[in-house]
């Protein structure tokens, strides 16, 4: 590949990688202002201590926080809230059993909930850039469009499936059955600060252009001529306000800068580049298919894609499970003429959706480190029946909406 093509190439997909930069803009302006915690608080404080509206507050907090920050981001901002949370209720006259298996359901919804809308976005989970990155190396002849809005068509029944799938698990096996309201107390909100009526302007311009941004990508012709220059203006337009307000500081947008993503994405180009050298996609294909006696119908095969995604990713971190089964599901899709992204997709939606160990995402890494009382046993059960609902929900649901939308 030379320059010109090489500039080309980055030129076409400038608009997804400010949208990562622009989301990550966001979500430091938003722990600046604390306007997150606002958001929570008041989710809580109108559950009345109802254990599971707090349970259903959170799930839901953690999802819409992970549409456009990253999803181990969401649980970062979650977790102060949980723990005061854990913290009222160790003051109150439950048992110490009683105690555990609500603080074990709280962190299940957080984990639960960040890592179903990191899914839910293009910007969410690290697995979704790293799909389109495979989508060009691998689609040499096509340019595969994949935008917000379309992104979103599939996407948002596939959450709303699985955020009751995640509800119904804990409220009916995690959450112990008991009589009574949680009372918990959280500092009265001042009316709002001119640091956080400026960042919910600039957060609402954030939506309004993105989403603007996908229409018009699919819309209208002339837009896609122009469409780098718009996203790279009102990119700099944005970063200039957020300064020029001081609503965010250098310092704190150094801190937080995610060098592990660089590094993955690294790792990503290197494993993706001596698979495609060697051909091992071919070969791990050809054995897939005679694993799994291949038939004509895509259900079959989206079912054993998910499957085998979420089984190694409990075990092993969630972009190398990603990295090395999407040129495996792209050449078992040319095979057996199916469209690419009907077996890719579920692979990226496996790996940012594995529930039941410690491990399988660092969303769970973070809760699990971090709240002590939360138990290992009732996330293993969880987890197993999660991830069995989400199998079903995803072979009911991709092989019939992703050859509509992106056809």
Known sequence: MNLNVFFHYIWLRLPIILIFINSY???????????????????????????????????????????????????????????????????????????IKIVTALSLSAIYGANIGGMGSLVGSPANLILIAALDFLCEKQFVS??????????????????????????????????????????????????????????ILFIIFWIFHSISHQKFDWYQ?????????????FSFRLFQKQLITLNLLMRGIPFRGFMVLIVFVLIMGLVRCFHLDQLAAACFNKTVAMSESATVLVIWVTSISIILTEFLSNTIVST????????????????????????????TCAFMTPVATPCSAFVFGEIKRIRLRTMLICGIILNVLCVICVTIWIPVSIPFIYN
């Not at 404080?45 to 839901?60: A, E, P, T």
């Not at 994949?146 to 009916?172: D, E, G, K, M, Q």
């Not at 050449?331 to 939606?349: F, G």
């Open 25 to 99: 803009l966001v979500y430091r302006m938003l722990v600046s202002s604390t306007l997150t915690d606002i958001f929570v608080q008041k989710l809580m404080i109108k559950s009345k201590g109802n254990m599971s509206r707090i349970i259903l507050f959170i799930l839901c907090s953690g999802a819409i926080l992970s549409f456009y920050i990253p999803n181990a981001v969401s649980v970062l901002i979650l977790l102060p809230v949980l723990k005061e949370i854990e913290k009222q209720i160790e003051d109150s006259h439950l048992s110490d059993n009683q105690i």
């Open 146 to 203: 994949i935008t917000f809005l379309n992104w979103f068509l599939w996407s948002i029944p596939l959450v709303i499936s699985f955020l009751l799938s995640a509800y119904c698990v804990i409220r009916y096996i995690a959450l112990p059955s008991f009589s009574g309201r949680i009372n918990c107390h959280f500092p009265e909100q001042k009316e709002l600060t001119f640091k956080q009526k400026e960042s919910i302007k600039l957060f």
């Open 225 to 237: 001529t122009c469409q780098s220059y718009l996203c790279l203006i009102f990119v700099l337009c």
């Open 324 to 351: 090395a089964l999407f040129p495996i599901a792209y050449q078992a899709a040319q095979m057996n003429d199916i469209m690419p992204l009907v077996l890719m997709i579920p692979v990226s939606v496996a790996s």
